[in-house]
């Protein structure tokens, strides 16, 4: 074989290695978007054009007018993102608020768009739905997710999944239209939804009906993982929850709290609830996973839950999960058929132990609070954790009851993403409970804490006497009140 034929024979089995290669880029390409998704999932991720080879009529509905409008009005916002260079002719681009968003980007030469909607209409629109969105981890350039997170039911399962889709390392962009996330708590709450996002930049625009909107948009962080949940409620050291300027905000609007120790306490702590503030009042509150009361100290469900929370706390329309923590046996029964409250009959204490616990009925207990409040004339006994610690004012009849980490249970069973409010009446056991959760991070999920704090106070019964039933003065309420706030908790005086 002479030089130069030698040569086309290396270079004919280069050509070939290189054919092989290609072929194999392509069957991994294939086998990464996945066997059995629809085809279009599959040219849209592969950047091809589809609805030219699809030879699908263009349905009626594409000719009305309303339609056309629509469309204009999607390719008036996407056309700066092509002009920003977040999105190109090639860019796999997936549109989250219907398919006329799809038409739009094609419309601009975004030739592979597609739409996700619950059922799959070529050439625009494939099957998906809020939990699912058929697409790889880290596939897309460009998710338009429109107004679809205003709109749905599960609007942190949609956000988990447009996060997972997209690009990551700078590469893709979430871009979100939304009506809420006007104030900083709401915007921080879609936040926490999105863990492995940026935001990179926020604007006003104009809504289809003249109102405003806000587009948000959002890059995955360079080497983040792809988990739509991440762990937000880990470890977190004492007073700094992650990120709290924006429930800062909230507590600078809240209504101040009472510096000076009231005289009448029984009549100024009932009048102040009327004062309060709820943050539901003072900020949006969507874009949070779940809705969770915890109501710690609850005795009966008509004490406070049913009286109180389930008429009268401002809730958005959202429903939420409730939690009863009681330890008092005699209340138990009144649980079990209610719906959507899960008891929790412990004591809530700083670790999981057996405690002695006292039932209040003495003289001491006398016109503390009105009988409606401990039905039976059975009050909250305070905990007194091992036995023989039970020299106390008065006596009454002691039983050994199970008590929990407070603290530990609520970092296992809600998140940053949920929102939670607190109701917390535990007789003066709120002096080991509240630094217990501030040490353990745990006070930073909860949203909004209403706070019985128990102190010597002026009897209603006896003028001139203080009740001898708790040893904390009214300062040290203060106190606590006022570094709860300090460290981000929007707490309020309850009675
Ligand atoms: C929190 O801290 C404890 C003790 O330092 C450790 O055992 C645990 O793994 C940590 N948890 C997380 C989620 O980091
Ligand atoms: C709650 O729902 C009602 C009826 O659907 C509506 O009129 C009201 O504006 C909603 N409230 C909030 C705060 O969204
Ligand atoms: C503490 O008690 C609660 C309630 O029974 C339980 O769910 C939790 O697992 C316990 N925690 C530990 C650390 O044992």
């Not at 989250?96 to 739409?115: I, N, P, T």
Request: net charge positive; charged share 25%.
């Amino acid at each position: 074989m002479n030089p130069a034929g030698r040569v086309s024979f290396t270079r004919a089995v280069l050509l070939l290695g290189v054919v092989a290669l290609g072929l194999w880029l392509l069957s991994v390409e294939l086998a990464v978007v996945g066997g059995g998704a629809d085809p279009a999932v599959r040219a849209a991720v592969a950047g091809r054009r589809t609805h030219a080879h699809a030879a699908v009529r263009s349905p009626d509905a594409w000719r009305t007018r309303e339609w056309r409008r629509a469309v204009d009005r999607h390719a008036a916002v996407l056309r700066r993102h092509l002009a920003d260079g977040m999105l190109a002719a090639s860019s796999v681009a997936v549109c989250l608020g219907g398919a006329q968003e799809a038409m739009a980007l094609r419309e601009l030469g975004v030739v592979g768009a597609v739409a996700v909607a619950g059922e799959r209409a070529p050439p625009l629109a494939v099957a998906g739905d809020d939990r699912r969105l058929p697409f790889p981890d880290s596939s897309v350039d460009f998710v338009f997710a429109g107004r679809a997170l205003d709109f749905s039911r599960r609007q942190a399962d949609l956000a988990g999944e447009a996060a997972r889709i997209v690009k990551p390392d700078g590469h893709g962009h979430l871009v979100v239209l939304t009506s809420g996330a006007s104030d900083a708590y709401s915007l921080r709450s879609l936040q926490a939804l999105l863990p492995s996002l940026r935001l990179l930049r926020s604007r006003v625009i104009n809504g289809a009906d003249g109102s405003t909107l806000r587009e948000l948009v959002f890059r995955k962080h360079a080497g983040i993982s792809t988990t739509s949940r991440s762990s937000p409620n880990g470890n977190n050291s004492a007073g700094s929850c992650t990120s709290r300027d924006h429930k800062l905000e909230i507590i600078g609007l809240a209504e101040p709290l009472i510096q000076e120790e009231p005289a009448k306490p029984w009549i100024t702590l009932k009048r102040n609830i009327k004062n309060i503030r709820y943050l539901p009042a003072l900020a949006d509150i969507g874009f949070k996973r779940r809705y969770v009361y915890v109501d710690v100290g609850a005795r009966s469900y008509g004490s406070s839950i049913g009286s109180w929370f389930r008429k009268q706390y401002p809730k958005q329309n959202h429903t939420f999960e409730v939690f009863a923590v009681e330890a008092d046996p005699a209340f138990h029964a009144d649980y079990a058929r209610r719906k959507g409250v899960t008891l929790l009959p412990y004591a809530a204490w700083v670790r999981n132990e057996t405690l002695t616990f006292e039932i209040n009925d003495g003289p001491g207990n006398k016109g503390y609070k009105d009988d409606a409040r401990k039905p039976n004339g059975r009050g909250m006994g305070r905990i007194r954790p091992g036995a023989g610690a039970m020299k106390g004012v008065s006596s009454g009849e002691v039983r050994r009851i199970p008590a929990f980490d407070l603290a530990e249970w609520l970092k296992r069973t809600v998140s940053e993403q949920d929102y939670v409010v607190m109701k917390m009446d535990v007789e003066g056991t709120e002096f080991d409970l509240i630094p217990r959760m501030i040490e353990t991070g745990a006070i930073c999920l909860v949203d909004e804490l209403f706070l019985e704090c128990h102190y010597n106070r002026w009897q209603r019964c006896c003028p001139g006497e203080r009740s001898p039933k708790y040893r904390n003065t009214y300062g040290e309420c203060l106190q606590l009140f006022t570094s709860l706030r300090n460290s981000g908790v929007l707490v309020h005086q309850w009675w």
